[in-house]
Protein backbone atom coordinates (compact mmCIF):
# COMPACT_ATOMS: atom_id res chain seq x y z
CA UNK A 1 0.00 0.00 0.00
CA UNK A 2 1.19 3.87 -0.57
CA UNK A 3 2.11 5.79 2.51
CA UNK A 4 -1.44 7.25 4.35
CA UNK A 5 -2.26 11.22 3.73
CA UNK A 6 -0.40 13.19 6.36
CA UNK A 7 -3.22 13.71 8.01
CA UNK A 8 -3.27 14.21 12.16
CA UNK A 9 -6.17 13.92 14.61
CA UNK A 10 -3.65 16.78 16.72
CA UNK A 11 -4.36 19.40 13.99
CA UNK A 12 -8.33 18.56 15.27
CA UNK A 13 -9.81 21.07 17.86
CA UNK A 14 -8.32 19.68 21.26
CA UNK A 15 -6.43 16.81 19.70
CA UNK A 16 -3.16 17.95 21.54
CA UNK A 17 -2.24 17.01 24.84
CA UNK A 18 -4.26 14.50 25.16
CA UNK A 19 -3.72 11.14 27.20
CA UNK A 20 -2.12 8.89 24.54
CA UNK A 21 -1.74 5.54 26.20
CA UNK A 22 -4.02 3.13 24.32
CA UNK A 23 -7.15 1.97 26.21
CA UNK A 24 -6.75 -1.75 27.31
CA UNK A 25 -8.59 -4.38 25.49
CA UNK A 26 -12.47 -4.63 26.44
CA UNK A 27 -14.20 -8.17 26.77
CA UNK A 28 -14.74 -9.63 23.18
CA UNK A 29 -18.29 -9.50 22.25
CA UNK A 30 -20.17 -13.00 22.17
CA UNK A 31 -20.92 -12.34 18.67
CA UNK A 32 -19.47 -10.42 15.84
CA UNK A 33 -20.33 -6.69 15.00
CA UNK A 34 -18.93 -4.63 12.29
CA UNK A 35 -17.62 -1.01 13.31
CA UNK A 36 -19.51 0.84 10.25
CA UNK A 37 -17.30 3.85 10.19
CA UNK A 38 -13.69 4.12 10.95
CA UNK A 39 -10.94 6.46 9.90
CA UNK A 40 -7.78 4.09 9.76
CA UNK A 41 -5.46 6.35 7.74
CA UNK A 42 -5.77 9.57 10.27
CA UNK A 43 -2.83 9.95 12.06
CA UNK A 44 -3.40 10.54 15.95
CA UNK A 45 -0.94 13.07 16.92
CA UNK A 46 2.75 14.61 15.01
CA UNK A 47 4.69 11.04 15.44
CA UNK A 48 2.08 9.34 13.08
CA UNK A 49 -0.08 6.69 13.68
CA UNK A 50 -1.36 5.82 16.65
CA UNK A 51 -2.52 2.80 15.64
CA UNK A 52 -1.22 1.02 12.40
CA UNK A 53 -3.73 -0.78 10.00
CA UNK A 54 -2.57 -3.89 10.35
CA UNK A 55 -2.71 -4.03 14.16
CA UNK A 56 -5.80 -2.09 14.42
CA UNK A 57 -7.31 -5.21 12.41
CA UNK A 58 -5.98 -7.32 14.28
CA UNK A 59 -7.06 -6.11 17.74
CA UNK A 60 -10.46 -5.13 16.75
CA UNK A 61 -11.12 -8.96 15.11
CA UNK A 62 -9.44 -10.16 18.33
CA UNK A 63 -12.59 -8.38 20.79
CA UNK A 64 -15.46 -9.22 17.99
CA UNK A 65 -15.05 -6.49 15.49
CA UNK A 66 -13.81 -8.60 12.36
CA UNK A 67 -14.91 -6.15 9.86
CA UNK A 68 -14.64 -2.16 9.45
CA UNK A 69 -16.06 -0.17 6.59
CA UNK A 70 -13.29 2.27 6.25
CA UNK A 71 -14.59 5.97 5.10
CA UNK A 72 -12.10 8.52 3.21
CA UNK A 73 -13.30 11.81 3.73
CA UNK A 74 -11.16 13.83 1.59
CA UNK A 75 -9.06 13.05 -1.97
CA UNK A 76 -6.28 11.57 -0.54
CA UNK A 77 -8.33 9.93 2.47
CA UNK A 78 -10.86 8.20 -0.69
CA UNK A 79 -8.22 6.63 -2.72
CA UNK A 80 -6.05 5.46 0.55
CA UNK A 81 -9.30 3.92 1.55
CA UNK A 82 -10.56 2.42 -1.74
CA UNK A 83 -6.60 0.51 -1.79
CA UNK A 84 -6.83 -0.43 1.99
CA UNK A 85 -10.24 -2.28 1.01
CA UNK A 86 -8.59 -3.79 -1.84
CA UNK A 87 -5.75 -5.00 -0.19
CA UNK A 88 -7.47 -5.97 3.09
CA UNK A 89 -10.70 -8.34 3.16
CA UNK A 90 -11.70 -7.13 6.40
CA UNK A 91 -12.40 -3.87 4.99
CA UNK A 92 -14.81 -2.32 2.46
CA UNK A 93 -14.55 1.71 1.44
CA UNK A 94 -16.37 4.60 1.60
CA UNK A 95 -15.46 7.59 -0.33
CA UNK A 96 -16.48 10.97 -0.50
CA UNK A 97 -15.85 15.23 0.18
CA UNK A 98 -16.46 15.53 3.93
CA UNK A 99 -18.46 19.18 4.34
CA UNK A 100 -16.03 20.90 5.42
CA UNK A 101 -13.48 20.39 2.80
CA UNK A 102 -16.49 21.74 -0.22
CA UNK A 103 -15.55 25.14 0.72
CA UNK A 104 -11.85 24.96 0.87
CA UNK A 105 -11.92 23.26 -2.60
CA UNK A 106 -14.78 25.77 -4.04
CA UNK A 107 -12.80 28.85 -2.89
CA UNK A 108 -9.70 27.31 -5.01
CA UNK A 109 -11.96 26.73 -8.04
CA UNK A 110 -11.56 22.47 -7.17
CA UNK A 111 -14.37 21.61 -6.48
CA UNK A 112 -15.76 19.95 -10.06
CA UNK A 113 -12.61 18.37 -10.21
CA UNK A 114 -12.83 16.77 -6.42
CA UNK A 115 -16.69 15.76 -7.47
CA UNK A 116 -15.07 13.93 -10.62
CA UNK A 117 -12.55 12.12 -8.92
CA UNK A 118 -15.22 10.78 -5.94
CA UNK A 119 -17.36 9.70 -8.47
CA UNK A 120 -14.59 7.82 -10.40
CA UNK A 121 -13.19 6.52 -7.38
CA UNK A 122 -16.76 4.79 -6.60
CA UNK A 123 -17.00 3.10 -9.57
CA UNK A 124 -12.98 1.85 -9.62
CA UNK A 125 -14.12 -1.30 -7.44
CA UNK A 126 -16.91 -3.11 -5.90
CA UNK A 127 -14.84 -2.85 -2.28
CA UNK A 128 -16.33 0.54 -2.39
CA UNK A 129 -20.06 0.28 -1.10
CA UNK A 130 -20.86 3.94 -0.13
CA UNK A 131 -20.74 7.82 -1.45
CA UNK A 132 -19.74 9.64 2.60
CA UNK A 133 -18.94 10.93 4.61
CA UNK A 134 -20.89 13.83 2.93
CA UNK A 135 -23.80 16.10 4.46
CA UNK A 136 -23.87 19.36 6.22
CA UNK A 137 -21.94 20.90 8.92
CA UNK A 138 -22.34 24.23 10.49
CA UNK A 139 -20.01 24.17 13.14
CA UNK A 140 -16.60 24.09 11.59
CA UNK A 141 -18.09 26.42 8.55
CA UNK A 142 -19.37 29.50 8.63
CA UNK A 143 -22.40 30.77 7.10
CA UNK A 144 -20.32 31.74 3.87
CA UNK A 145 -19.38 28.17 3.51
CA UNK A 146 -22.77 26.58 3.61
CA UNK A 147 -23.71 27.35 -0.34
CA UNK A 148 -20.90 25.20 -1.29
CA UNK A 149 -21.50 22.63 1.66
CA UNK A 150 -24.82 22.48 0.12
CA UNK A 151 -24.15 22.27 -3.18
CA UNK A 152 -21.24 19.48 -2.25
CA UNK A 153 -23.99 17.21 -0.35
CA UNK A 154 -26.40 17.13 -3.16
CA UNK A 155 -24.23 16.44 -5.53
CA UNK A 156 -23.11 13.45 -3.26
CA UNK A 157 -26.95 12.07 -2.72
CA UNK A 158 -27.43 12.21 -6.51
CA UNK A 159 -24.10 10.01 -7.18
CA UNK A 160 -25.32 7.67 -4.42
CA UNK A 161 -28.67 7.52 -6.02
CA UNK A 162 -27.05 6.86 -9.41
CA UNK A 163 -24.58 4.25 -8.50
CA UNK A 164 -27.00 2.15 -5.82
CA UNK A 165 -24.11 2.99 -3.16
CA UNK A 166 -25.02 3.51 0.48
CA UNK A 167 -24.76 7.28 1.51
CA UNK A 168 -23.57 8.09 4.50
CA UNK A 169 -24.01 11.58 6.07
CA UNK A 170 -21.98 13.73 8.18
CA UNK A 171 -25.23 16.49 10.16
CA UNK A 172 -23.50 18.71 12.31
CA UNK A 173 -26.16 21.23 14.11
CA UNK A 174 -27.73 21.61 10.41
CA UNK A 175 -30.52 18.91 11.08
CA UNK A 176 -33.27 20.52 9.26
CA UNK A 177 -31.10 21.22 6.09
CA UNK A 178 -29.99 17.89 5.44
CA UNK A 179 -33.73 16.43 5.60
CA UNK A 180 -34.71 19.53 3.48
CA UNK A 181 -31.80 18.42 0.68
CA UNK A 182 -32.44 14.83 1.19
CA UNK A 183 -36.25 15.27 0.57
CA UNK A 184 -35.45 17.57 -2.63
CA UNK A 185 -32.93 15.65 -3.91
CA UNK A 186 -35.05 12.07 -3.25
CA UNK A 187 -33.86 10.22 -0.83
CA UNK A 188 -31.76 6.73 -1.85
CA UNK A 189 -32.33 3.07 -1.00
CA UNK A 190 -29.80 3.24 1.66
CA UNK A 191 -28.95 6.20 3.74
CA UNK A 192 -26.99 6.01 7.39
CA UNK A 193 -27.02 8.43 9.67
CA UNK A 194 -23.58 8.86 10.65
CA UNK A 195 -22.74 9.33 14.46
CA UNK A 196 -26.22 9.92 15.25
CA UNK A 197 -26.45 13.62 17.21
CA UNK A 198 -29.98 14.63 17.21
CA UNK A 199 -32.76 13.37 19.75
CA UNK A 200 -35.98 10.96 19.73
CA UNK A 201 -37.92 13.78 17.33
CA UNK A 202 -35.31 13.38 14.94
CA UNK A 203 -34.24 9.83 14.74
CA UNK A 204 -37.87 10.04 14.01
CA UNK A 205 -38.47 11.96 11.12
CA UNK A 206 -34.29 10.04 10.00
CA UNK A 207 -36.34 6.67 10.44
CA UNK A 208 -39.40 7.96 8.61
CA UNK A 209 -37.14 8.66 5.74
CA UNK A 210 -35.81 4.68 5.74
CA UNK A 211 -32.54 5.69 7.38
CA UNK A 212 -30.18 3.38 9.84
CA UNK A 213 -28.75 5.22 12.53
CA UNK A 214 -24.82 4.68 13.39
CA UNK A 215 -24.28 5.20 17.17
CA UNK A 216 -20.49 5.98 18.07
CA UNK A 217 -19.04 6.97 21.50
CA UNK A 218 -20.85 9.86 22.03
CA UNK A 219 -24.11 7.67 23.30
CA UNK A 220 -21.91 7.04 25.99
CA UNK A 221 -21.00 10.14 26.91
CA UNK A 222 -22.89 11.58 30.72
CA UNK A 223 -24.62 14.86 28.43
CA UNK A 224 -25.96 12.66 25.73
CA UNK A 225 -29.00 11.42 27.21
CA UNK A 226 -30.85 12.65 23.69
CA UNK A 227 -29.33 10.93 21.75
CA UNK A 228 -29.76 7.95 23.78
CA UNK A 229 -33.60 8.71 23.58
CA UNK A 230 -32.81 8.08 19.78
CA UNK A 231 -31.57 4.80 20.34
CA UNK A 232 -34.48 3.72 22.74
CA UNK A 233 -36.42 4.78 19.66
CA UNK A 234 -34.79 3.21 17.03
CA UNK A 235 -36.02 -0.27 15.86
CA UNK A 236 -33.67 -3.17 16.39
CA UNK A 237 -33.13 -3.27 12.44
CA UNK A 238 -32.18 0.46 12.22
CA UNK A 239 -29.65 0.44 14.34
CA UNK A 240 -25.27 0.57 13.44
CA UNK A 241 -22.64 0.88 15.64
CA UNK A 242 -19.28 2.67 14.81
CA UNK A 243 -16.04 4.10 16.09
CA UNK A 244 -15.27 7.14 14.12
CA UNK A 245 -11.85 6.45 14.94
CA UNK A 246 -9.62 7.90 15.88
CA UNK A 247 -12.21 9.85 17.35
CA UNK A 248 -15.16 9.63 19.75
CA UNK A 249 -13.66 7.13 22.30
CA UNK A 250 -16.08 5.77 24.54
CA UNK A 251 -16.51 6.16 28.19
CA UNK A 252 -14.32 5.34 30.42
CA UNK A 253 -11.86 6.60 27.76
CA UNK A 254 -13.28 9.87 26.04
CA UNK A 255 -10.73 12.51 24.66
CA UNK A 256 -7.71 9.31 24.34
CA UNK A 257 -7.45 8.27 20.89
CA UNK A 258 -9.82 5.82 19.56
CA UNK A 259 -10.01 2.41 17.53
CA UNK A 260 -12.21 -0.32 16.70
CA UNK A 261 -11.67 -2.88 19.00
CA UNK A 262 -13.02 -0.26 21.74
CA UNK A 263 -16.41 -0.67 20.00
CA UNK A 264 -17.15 -3.58 22.28
CA UNK A 265 -17.72 -1.07 25.34
CA UNK A 266 -19.98 1.52 22.87
CA UNK A 267 -22.22 -1.60 22.75
CA UNK A 268 -22.69 -2.94 25.96
CA UNK A 269 -23.49 0.80 27.14
CA UNK A 270 -26.31 0.03 23.67
CA UNK A 271 -27.47 -3.08 25.14
CA UNK A 272 -27.87 -1.48 28.88
CA UNK A 273 -29.61 1.72 27.40
CA UNK A 274 -32.22 -0.14 25.30
CA UNK A 275 -32.76 -3.12 27.75
CA UNK A 276 -31.36 -5.86 25.10
CA UNK A 277 -29.97 -9.50 25.80
CA UNK A 278 -26.37 -8.28 24.55
CA UNK A 279 -26.06 -10.70 21.79
CA UNK A 280 -29.29 -10.39 20.43
CA UNK A 281 -28.59 -6.56 20.07
CA UNK A 282 -24.97 -7.67 18.26
CA UNK A 283 -26.45 -10.06 16.12
CA UNK A 284 -28.84 -7.59 14.82
CA UNK A 285 -26.09 -4.81 14.41
CA UNK A 286 -24.29 -7.41 12.17
CA UNK A 287 -27.01 -7.99 9.97
CA UNK A 288 -27.55 -4.28 9.96
CA UNK A 289 -24.90 -3.60 8.47
CA UNK A 290 -24.54 -5.83 5.74
CA UNK A 291 -28.75 -4.44 4.97
CA UNK A 292 -27.07 -0.80 4.83
CA UNK A 293 -23.93 -1.41 3.04
CA UNK A 294 -25.22 -3.94 0.38
CA UNK A 295 -24.37 -7.30 1.66
CA UNK A 296 -21.37 -9.05 3.45
CA UNK A 297 -17.98 -9.08 3.12
Not at 269 to 289: F, H, K, P, W, Y
Request: negative net charge; charged residues 25%; glycine residues 8%.
Amino acid sequence: MTDRPARSRADAPGGRGRDRERPPAPEPLPHPVVDNHCHLDIADGPGGQWLEPERALAAAAAVGVPRIVQIGCDLPGARWAVEAAATHDALVAGVALHPNEAPRLAAEGRLEEALAEVAALAVSTDRVRAVGETGLDYVRTGEDGRAAQQESFRRHVALAKELDKTLVIHDRDAHRDVLRLLDEEGVPDRVVMHCFSGDAAFARQCLDRGAWLSFAGTVTFKNAEPVRDGLRLAPRDRVLVETDAPYLAPTPHRGRPNASYLVPLTVRSMAQTRGEDLETLCAALDANTDAAFGGPW
